[in-house]
C-alpha cells in the first residue's frame, strides 16, 4: 500500500484515536505528525461559517469565519488550511474557482456543496410567506426534482476532478442538517409544520445523494442529521439561526453550530475527536490575518460567486396583495393580527 494512500491514512488515525481513548501516546504523536499537513477546506456558506457573525476581511462577499469547522480543525491538528469555500458557491462555482487549490500534496480535502444548485435560499423564501401567499410545495418540488435528477452526474463529475488532482487525500464529503424542529418561534416567518417536514425531508433526500456520490468516489461522508436534533431553529439551544440580523446569517450553523455540531462530526470521519476548548478558539480567532492575506489574492475569482440570500417575508409586495385579495383576505388587518 502506498505510504500516502487514503486507506493507509484512515487506518493511522483510527489507531491513533482509539490510542488517544486508552491513554496511550505514541512519540510524535496525532499533533506532530499532522502539523503543517495540507487541508483544502471547499465548498459553500454551511463551510465557509455564514451564520458565525464573524468573518475575515479578504475583499469577497464569501463571509469566510475563523469559528467556521475548517478553521477550528486547522487550529486543533495544526493544518495548513487553504480556505477557498464561499458563500453561494454551487458545484459549477466548486469547480471553476475553487479546484485550483488542490495539487499532489494536498492531504485533506472538506468539501459540502449541493444545497445551492437546489435554490436552497430561495427555496426558504417561498416557504417563509404565510401558506395563503406561497408555492412552498411547488419550490420544495423544484428542488427534490433537481437533487434526484441532474446533481447527482454534478456531484460525480466534480468529485472526480477532486481525486485526480489531490489523489493522496483524505476526502470528506459534508452533509446538511434538518434546520427545523416542527413549529416557527420566529416573529415574521410563517412555516407551517407540514412544511418544516417537508424541508428535512429534502435536506435528508440531498444527505442520501451526497452519501451515494461521496461512496462511489472513496470519499467520507460526515452526515450532521444527528447532531444537530435537538438544536434546529427555535430549540434551546439553538445551533442553528433563524431569521437573524443580518440576514445573511439566517438558517445556517451559528458559532455552537460549527465548533459542538459540524467540527466534532467531520474531525470523526477524518479520525480524530474535536473539542472546542476556550484556547482553542482563541487559537482558531488568530489564523484571521493570515487566512484574509491568503485568500485576497483569489477575490477576482471569488468575486464570480454569487451569494444566494433568503429574503424576508415582504408582506406588502404586489405578489402578496394579489394573493390576499384571491383569499379575501384584509391584508392590513391580517399583518396586525399576526406580526
Known sequence: MHQNSPALRRACAALLTVAATLGVTFAGGPAAHAAGESYVALGDSYSSGVGTRSYIDDGTSCQRSTLAYPSLIAAQRGYALDFRACSGATVADVTNSQLGALNGGTSFVTISVGGNDAGFADVLTECALPGWASDCNGAIDGAQSIINGSLPARLDSLYGSIGALAPSAQVVVVGY?????????????????????????????????????????GFGFANPTSAFIGHAVCDNPEWLNGLSNPISD??????????????????????????????LLRAARAQGAELAAQQRKYAGLDRSIEPERFLAPDLHSRAVRQAARAHGINLERWIAAHT
Not at 442538517?177 to 433526500?205: H, K, Y
Request: include cysteine; aromatic fraction near 12%; charge should be negative.
Open 250 to 279: 439566517s438558517y445556517h450553523p451559528n458559532q455552537a453550530g460549527h465548533a459542538s455540531g459540524y467540527a466534532p462530526v467531520v474531525g470523526g470521519v477524518l479520525g480524530f475527536a474535536f473539542n472546542a476548548s476556550p484556547a
Open 177 to 217: 442538517p434538518r434546520i427545523f424542529m416542527g413549529e416557527d418561534c420566529n416573529a415574521f416567518t410563517w412555516f407551517s409544520p407540514a412544511e418544516e417536514s417537508r424541508l428535512n425531508q429534502t435536506a435528508d433526500l440531498l444527505n442520501g445523494k451526497l452519501a451515494s456520490v461521496a461512496a462511489a468516489h
